[in-house]
């Protein structure tokens, strides 16, 4: 079991920058591929970035390439994205997720466990 607890959220200026934050419980959490999703209203929730175990592979939807970045401190339970360059596009709510494999993914049936989101709003 993995509890995942999102924080760093809030509002922005469009051209500003955010750091997300995940913090996961238990001691396995370097066993786990990490995600950030992210659910606009009335919109599907869409793939951000994701992860590998070790963090030595990343992926990233094209919407963010080039402006979001996420890394991960497995000492510390923790995985970032770091947003840059934000738009009011990328206003959402921003949700992490683990899932028990070694590789990325993408889509949001591969993840096991979600945290309980933090809102990013962007004003232009």
């Known amino acids: 079991q993995v509890q995942l607890v999102e924080s760093g959220g809030g509002l922005v200026q469009a051209g500003g920058s955010l750091r997300l934050s995940c913090a996961a419980s238990g001691r396995t959490f370097s066993s786990y591929a990490m995600g950030w999703f992210r659910q606009a209203p009335g919109k599907e929730r869409e793939f951000v970035a994701a992860?590998?175990?070790?963090?030595?592979?990343?992926y990233y939807a094209d919407s963010v390439k080039g402006r979001f970045t996420i890394s991960r401190d497995n000492a510390k339970n923790t995985v970032y994205l770091q947003m840059n360059s934000l738009k009011p596009e990328d206003t959402a709510v921003y949700y992490c997720?683990?899932?028990?494999?070694?590789?990325?993914?993408?889509?949001?049936?591969?993840?096991?466990?979600w945290g309980q989101g933090t809102q990013v709003t962007v004003s232009s």
């Open positions: 992860i590998s175990w070790s963090g030595g592979s990343t």
């Open positions: 997720a683990a899932g028990l494999r070694t590789v990325v993914a993408h889509r949001d049936f591969e993840y096991d466990y």
